[in-house]
């Protein structure tokens, strides 16, 4: 499942199938993060409940895929880890957390760290060279009174191999990880799924 938001409200939210159904879709701007040091944790282990057991295998059958495999779910390889900043806070304040943690863009958030957009050093020169003459006003603005591109998301048990193409379609290095409340758990990028495929042999990541 899917969602796209526009400064917080929800646009879209669907499966992937219909996510492609859909016209002028605004590029989620490129996202990185603070990784996490180490690599994969092992998911040999993972437990799931006998429903879920049932539905996967019903999934990789109609995928045509070897039911002795397991599919990894997008909460099994995700950076929960990650740098944040909330709607209060100004542009300067973003700009000074963003060059602090030497990362491209981080998630915005609202309240109970429901999502509301992406922001980066891009978005906050584009808002300097509009009005140069303001510069010290701009980066006093609060990030709530910042108009934010759309942003696509996913959710925890989205199918790592339709997250993967997702990103590969719509040119994103991350996508950021909500649940149905619309609260940022984590985000999963390209590192992330280079890493489960270094260190997850039996990861399928096409059928």
Wanted: charged share 30%; aromatic share 6%.
């Amino acid at each position: 499942m899917f969602t796209i938001y526009n400064n917080g409200s929800v646009g879209f939210r669907s499966t992937a199938d219909n996510l492609y159904n859909l016209k002028n879709i605004d590029e989620s701007s490129e996202s990185r993060f603070k990784p996490d040091e180490g690599f994969i944790n092992d998911f040999s282990n993972k437990k799931n409940s006998q429903n879920n057991d049932e539905a996967l295998n019903s999934y990789k059958k109609m995928a045509n895929m070897d039911t002795s495999e397991p599919v990894y779910q997008v909460k099994d390889i995700m950076t929960k880890d990650l740098i944040c900043i909330d709607t209060q806070s100004t542009l300067q304040e973003a700009y000074d957390l963003l060059k602090e943690n030497k990362v491209a863009q981080m998630p915005i958030v609202s309240f109970g760290k429901k999502i509301i957009g992406l922001i980066n050093k891009k978005i906050i020169l584009n808002l300097l060279m509009n009005d140069t003459d303001n510069a010290k006003e701009i980066l006093n603005r609060k990030l709530e009174d910042v108009f934010l591109p759309e942003i696509i998301t996913a959710d925890p048990i989205s199918d790592i191999r339709r997250v993967a193409k997702v990103m590969l379609d719509f040119k994103l290095d991350a996508i950021p990880v909500v649940d149905e409340e619309d609260v940022l758990l984590g985000i999963i990028s390209k590192t992330d799924i280079l890493k489960a495929v270094s260190h997850l042999p039996k990861l399928q990541l096409w059928s």
